[in-house]
């Protein structure tokens, strides 16, 4: 009989057989699912020992029946569909796979950036028209000298700094957590919110989803940007309230808008968003490469074996919890 159970929720590969033979090497059973609701997640993970997690909803209800969990480990760096707080109140560990996907995202903002300034999409639809002329483009600007807003400058919005660095663009950035010091390192000038809408060129969301997010970009934020301006949005869909996107769009208070996320993800066949012109999609892909799926795999697998071996993973997000871990442990 193995020694743990460890639970797969949800997964994006073709096999977990790699997975299956770690764990099987230090005594633990692997159990794989693709949960889509909360009765089969729970039903899945009631008695698991530590959970692997992509988008199955580990909500408060599954995480305060779970038995004798230790620790959630997403495959991915968000932690929004994870009731932390309630995790954190049963003593389970609750980490994400940093670091695996931080060149991709920012090489995507960038590419979104780029598109969006040299009118990629629609040049691409008049070349293949019998009229093949140039007039027909939206008004284009030089890149070099036009100003980048970055809504968050983590790890993913400093990157983005560092290679529109390269292209000339001028760099502000909005982060509540990031002091002057760490902004000048990156060659990001703070300002606050009204200042970085109102001035930037084009505005890249890089923040969490978390309750202070959700909705934040809606019909005030979108009215406050220039009409000439982008949106880029390679963070989660939630941030931005996609209805006042959608009439901003078709209403011309911004030129357009670049979106790896969505609200609600896939779109719906008769979302507008699909219609509009001014719209790059993308299927929330921002994160892949061979190399970065790789990454994540190994980086939440390493996590969990940590904790089964009474160590702790390497990226934390409740690190309160060990106060109580702690107690619980003395008692």
């Not at 009631?46 to 029946?65: C, E, F, G, K, S």
């Not at 808008?257 to 299927?283: C, G, M, Q, S, Y």
């Not at 190994?298 to 071996?309: D, E």
Request: net charge neutral; charged share 25%; with cysteine.
């Amino acid at each position: 009989m193995s020694r743990y159970k460890v639970v797969v929720t949800d997964h994006l590969f073709s096999s977990m057989e790699e997975e299956r033979e770690i764990f099987r090497g230090m005594g633990a059973e692997l159990v794989v699912g693709q949960c889509r609701g909360e009765d089969e997640t729970l039903a899945l993970s009631r008695d698991a020992d530590a959970i692997l997690n992509t988008y199955a909803p580990m909500t408060a209800t599954v995480i305060q029946a779970l038995e004798r969990c230790r620790v959630i480990v997403r495959f991915g760096i968000g932690v929004d569909n994870v009731a932390v707080a309630t995790a954190t109140e049963r003593g389970i560990m609750v980490a994400n796979t940093t670091d695996y996907c931080i060149d991709e995202v920012a090489d995507q903002a960038m590419a979104f950036l780029l598109a969006c300034a040299r009118g990629l999409f629609p040049s691409a639809r008049i070349a293949r028209d019998a009229a093949w002329d140039f007039t027909r483009m939206p008004r284009l600007a030089r890149i070099r000298g036009q100003m980048l807003g970055l809504l968050g400058v983590g790890r993913i919005g400093s990157a983005v700094a560092a290679r529109a660095e390269g292209f000339g663009l001028r760099i502000i950035g909005h982060d509540p957590y990031l002091s002057d010091e760490a902004a000048r390192e990156f060659e990001v000038q703070l300002v606050d919110l009204d200042a970085l809408l109102k001035e930037s060129d084009f505005v890249s969301i890089h923040l969490p989803l978390n309750s202070e997010t959700t909705g934040m970009f809606g019909e005030a934020a979108l009215g406050k940007m220039k009409p000439t301006a982008f949106l880029i949005n390679v963070a989660r869909g939630k941030i931005v309230n996609q209805a006042a996107l959608c009439q901003a769009l078709q209403q011309g208070k911004i030129a357009g808008a670049a979106l790896d996320v969505l609200e609600t993800e896939p779109p719906k066949p008769d979302d507008p968003i699909r219609r509009l012109d001014n719209v790059i999609l993308t299927p929330h892909s921002a994160w892949y490469s061979e190399q970065s799926r790789v990454d994540m795999r190994r980086r939440a697998v390493g996590q969990v074996v940590s904790v089964l071996k009474g160590e702790l993973p390497y990226s934390l997000v409740n690190k309160e919890v060990l106060q109580r871990i702690g107690m619980r442990n003395k008692g």
